[in-house]
Structure formats: C-alpha cells, structure tokens
C-alpha cells in the first residue's frame, strides 16, 4: 500500500469543559463552570482560531456516568454540561475558519435526527461542521432511552454501520442546485432534484427527504474513534478523521498502517483519511518548569477520583476495593469494557513497565486514557515530529489538562515552535470549509449523473 499524507500536521483541540486531567476543575487557571458558561467557549474557540488550529472537537455522553457517589462529589467528569451541537452552532457565530466537530452517537439517536443538526450546523458555520460517530462508550445511555441494559459490542457496530448510510443518504436528498430562488420567475425549487432514500434495513426505516438542503460541504465530515477491530473496520468504511488512543509510538504506527490498509476493500483511498492521535502537552520553557506543572497537577489527584477513573476506562468491570494502590492491576478482562481497544493499550503498558495502580491513574490522569508529553517547548515538538516523520500520524488533537490557562499556553509557547519547524501551516489561507482545510475532497452527491427525482 502506497501510503500519502499532507505536507504538514494537522492540528485541532478537545474541549473537555474544565480540561483532560480528573483534578483539572481544581487548577487555579481552570474555568470551574466551564459545562454550562458559554464565555469561556467563546474565549477559548477564538483562541483556537487566532492560532490557526483546524478544529475543536467536542465529545458527548447522553447520561451522567455511573460512579461511586464519593468519586462523583469530588469529579467535574461526566456529570453536567452543554450539549455540543447547541454549543458549536453559538460558537460558529463568533469564528470563521475553526472547524466544529461534534460526537453524537448512534446508539441513541435516529438517523433523521442526526442528518437534520449536522447538515443544519454545516449551514449555520457555512462548512465547517463534522459528526464524531461513536456508539456509546457509557452503558447508562441504555436507562435515558427505555432499555434495560446496553447494546452488545458487536451490535453496536453493526447498527452504526447502517445508521452513517442512512445519514449520508439523507445528506444527498437534494441536488446542490435544487433551490434556484428565482423571485422573476417565480421558481422557488425543482422538485426533479428531489430525491427519496426509501432505506429498509435490518436496524432502520427511513423514507426521507431530509428537509434541510444538501450541506455546503457535501457531507460534513466523519470522525471515528474506536479502536477495537469493530471500530477499525467502521474507521475504514466511513471515517475520514480518526481520533486515536495509542501511547506508544510503534502501537500507532501500527495501527496507522492497519487502518488505511483496510479502506481499499471499501474502495476508498488511504489519503481520503486523517489519522490524529490525542495528546495531552505540558509544555515549559524548560523542561524543569514542565516538570513541576505536572507535579502540581499530580498533587490534585484524589486517590478516590484516581481509582474510580481507572474502572471507568475499564467499563466498570474491576472490583478494585481491597486493592493495594501500591500494587499491580488486579487481573482484568476488557471484553467488558466499552473501549475495549483503550483498555488494551492500558494495560498492555502497565504490565511491561510494572506499573502499580496509583502509577498508572497518574500516567493516564492528565490525558484521560491518551497520551502525555512533559518537557520544554523543543522536547514537546521533537516528539510530535518523530511521530508525525514516522509516518504514525497525520497530526495531532491536542487535549489540554486545564482549560483555559493549558490552551493559552500551547498557544504562547509551542504553536511558534511547530510554526518555525514547518510543522503546521500559518492561517487559513484561502480555505473556507473544514474540508478545504483538512485537505479532503468534497464528496460528490449518490444521486449525481442520474435523472432520480421524487415521482420516480
């Protein structure tokens, strides 16, 4: 496989309200209401903007996650905040060039539903929204949408495979051309340039049409983050960004080959996808400096959040009680876990470097699950160069620890560095949509050539 990629790192930003790390609400530079305080969204977003990053990416959960009630009290995890596509349509009205990326799941939606907000943001920011598709990652959703329990993996992934079809098939309701306008003639649509989906399959009925015109992006773009080898396959079907977990330089690099070495089967090609590990930087002027930043954050860690943060990456699976904090992981079995490929990578590296629990929150604390870097500005970017050089990435989403004084920081100390490296591009040039920015084409319309209309 002949692997292409852009010249340069593609670069954008997880908000995670109050920032990646479990303690982040408790930084004296941290926003401690940032769920529900739309100020601090604006500032940071234009942040972003200003330092030329392609995205800010959001995530999301349909219930608060499932904790014990001491971990709960002392987290701004998972509990209350804004939901991301009501969010991203305020914040398109303060940028201009920022992608706005947003995960909503498949496990708990409808298609319909999905199709309408994403095409509706991708007007509303004219062409610069994306769908971060996930199946659901905490098994509470079940109780919110009148289940007993959640779906199997397998099925999971399966109905997302059908639910991005229908989305995309409703996305292609209309020709770009269908709404001529033309207060002279009096021709407000053709309705030739309607067309039905009439999609029947095993998880979903949908007729159409969507009732919001084809977006200006075609398709705003597809995001995916699973790692397991269901959400490998779902990533080369459809994604065309991947947000990955890997903390080790060879574990991404082999899972960067993997990937794009599955899409030919889906008769796509491996440049038709960006592949961007998380990671989370703390970045000083020197690499003291770094180092006594994730001290102090360290020091904010409450054993009782730590532990509880490590079942939950574990799908609630590990009974840790009686555990020594000192000692080993206790025997695990990801198969139930939610993100069975993170629970993977996690212990696959707490074993080979006898990591006890408490070292292995720490390590993961920061980042919830992703990696960290710690070190001066030049040690920061030699690593992201070293991935990026090694073909083990396409760049970077950056995950700050507390937000928004981290976020000020990456873009006061190492921004200029990737800068002065050729490392990333300066500004947006004459980019107007997310997928201008990201390189990737527009996706022509399932209906183009074709005569198909509504009466067909």
Not at 44 to 51: F, K, L, S
């Amino acid at each position: 496989m002949a692997l292409q990629r852009p010249g340069s790192m593609h670069v954008g930003v997880f908000f995670n309200h109050t920032g990646h790390h479990v303690a982040s609400w408790r930084h004296p530079r941290a926003q401690a209401d940032a769920g529900v305080n739309i100020e601090h969204y604006v500032q940071m977003a234009q942040t972003a903007e200003r330092a030329g990053f392609d995205f800010i990416f959001f995530a999301d959960s349909a219930a608060v996650r499932e904790a014990k009630a001491e971990a709960l009290n002392r987290s701004a995890q998972y509990t209350a905040y804004f939901e991301p596509i009501t969010l991203l349509s305020a914040l398109a009205m303060v940028t201009k060039h920022l992608g706005l990326v947003a995960t909503a799941t498949t496990s708990y939606n409808e298609p319909y539903h999905v199709a309408r907000k994403y095409a509706s943001l991708d007007w509303i920011s004219h062409g610069r929204a994306a769908w971060n598709v996930v199946t659901s990652g905490n098994a509470a959703e079940a109780y919110n949408f009148g289940r007993d329990a959640h779906f199997q993996h397998d099925e999971r992934y399966e109905r997302a495979h059908e639910f991005i079809e229908v989305v995309k098939g409703l996305w292609d309701s209309w020709d770009d051309d269908a709404f001529p306008r033309d207060k002279a003639t009096g021709q407000y649509l053709d309705s030739s340039k309607l067309h039905m989906l009439s999609h029947r399959g095993r998880f979903f009925n949908v007729r159409g049409p969507l009732n919001v015109p084809r977006p200006p992006q075609g398709h705003p773009v597809i995001f995916q983050a699973g790692i397991s080898e269901s959400g490998r396959e779902l990533a080369a079907a459809t994604a065309e960004g991947v947000f990955t977990s890997n903390l080790t330089i060879q574990q991404q690099r082999d899972h960067y080959v993997d990937v794009k070495g599955r899409m030919t089967k889906y008769g796509r090609a491996p440049e038709e996808m960006l592949i961007l590990p998380g990671v989370t930087a703390i970045v000083g002027r020197t690499e003291a400096e770094a180092q006594e930043k994730h001290r102090y954050l360290q020091s904010l860690i409450d054993p009782i959040v730590g532990v509880e943060f490590l079942s939950m990456l574990f799908g609630g699976t590990v009974n840790f009680a009686g555990c020594d904090p000192d000692g080993p992981l206790p025997p695990i079995d990801v198969g139930g876990a939610m993100n069975q490929g993170t629970a993977r990578n996690i212990i696959e590296v707490a074993r080979r470097e006898n990591l006890t629990i408490r070292q292995t929150y720490e390590r993961l604390a920061g980042s919830r699950g992703k990696l960290t870097l710690v070190g001066s500005i030049a040690q920061v970017a030699d690593t992201m160069e070293q991935w990026f050089d090694a073909w083990a990435c396409d760049g970077f989403i950056l995950q700050p620890s507390y937000l928004p004084g981290e976020l000020d920081e990456l873009v006061e100390l190492l921004v200029p560095e990737l800068l002065s490296r050729g490392l990333i591009r300066d500004g947006y040039g004459e980019a107007r949509t997310l997928r201008d920015n990201l390189g990737l084409k527009r996706p022509p319309s399932r209906y183009a050539g074709t005569q198909a209309s509504a009466a067909d």
